[in-house]
Antibody, heavy 119, light 107 residues
């Protein structure tokens, strides 16, 4: 079965950097696009970024463009999100999610990792 | 950017009743790539409906989706206690793949 496990969350000061990882199993990772979605405490879902199956295409939400970088290592079945110049408003639970080639939606999600940006 | 507006913000119903949730897009979703997700407190979102009207694997048939263009609906025919949660729609037609603000379904 599909399994996605995020890691790397924690408390970080404004302006600093943090990197998240998402370990994937149970499917052919190198065949699917992958996304990051975040959820601020008590708020709704916000789409953050997507990367194509081979890493050649990447798109970002305007709110993170130029500060966040999505990447992947298909040899390690792992998705990454490098977050730079962090702001208080980046505080959220960050989920990785698998793109469904048939469903054209996010068909499986990880459990999320909490990032808190605070001095 | 496509903006999705969900209504109502909160829906108060009882088990056994029928729930109708709405999602309106600011521009037409030409391929009807509209998905619905359920999220319970402390849990990750779960895909319910994709392509506006197709149920995902393992989703009970009391959940159904309909609509096209700019207006979409999620219907839960007979509410079970476990259905009380927050529901989000998402458009997957164009980047950014925006979400609606959510509808909280409460008892």
């Amino acid at each position: 079965q599909v399994h996605l496990v995020e890691s790397g969350g924690g408390v970080v000061q404004p302006g600093r950097s943090l990197g998240l990882s998402c370990a994937a199993s149970g499917f052919i990772f190198s065949s699917y696009g992958m996304h990051w979605v975040r959820q601020a405490p008590g708020k709704g879902l916000e789409w953050v970024a997507v990367i194509s199956y081979d890493g050649s295409n990447k798109y970002y939400a305007d709110s993170v463009k130029g500060r966040f970088t999505i990447s992947r290592d298909n040899s390690k079945n792992t998705l990454y999100l490098q977050m730079n110049s962090l702001r208080a408003e980046d505080t959220a639970v960050y989920y990785c999610a698998k793109w469904g080639a048939v469903t054209m939606s996010l068909d499986y999600w990880g459990q999320g990792t909490l990032v808190t940006v605070s001095s | 950017e496509i903006v999705l507006t969900q209504s109502p913000g909160t829906l108060s119903l009882s088990p056994g009743e029928r729930a109708t949730l709405s999602c309106r897009a600011s521009q037409s979703l030409s391929d009807n790539y509209l998905a619905w997700y359920q999220q319970k407190p402390g849990q990750s979102p779960r895909l319910l409906i994709y392509g506006a009207s197709s149920r995902f694997t393992g989703i009970p048939d009391r959940f159904s989706g309909s609509g096209s263009g700019t207006d979409f609906t999620l219907t839960i025919s007979t509410l079970e206690p476990e259905d009380f949660a927050v529901y989000y729609c998402q458009q997957c037609n164009n980047v950014p793949y925006s979400f609606g603000q959510g509808t909280k379904l409460e008892i």
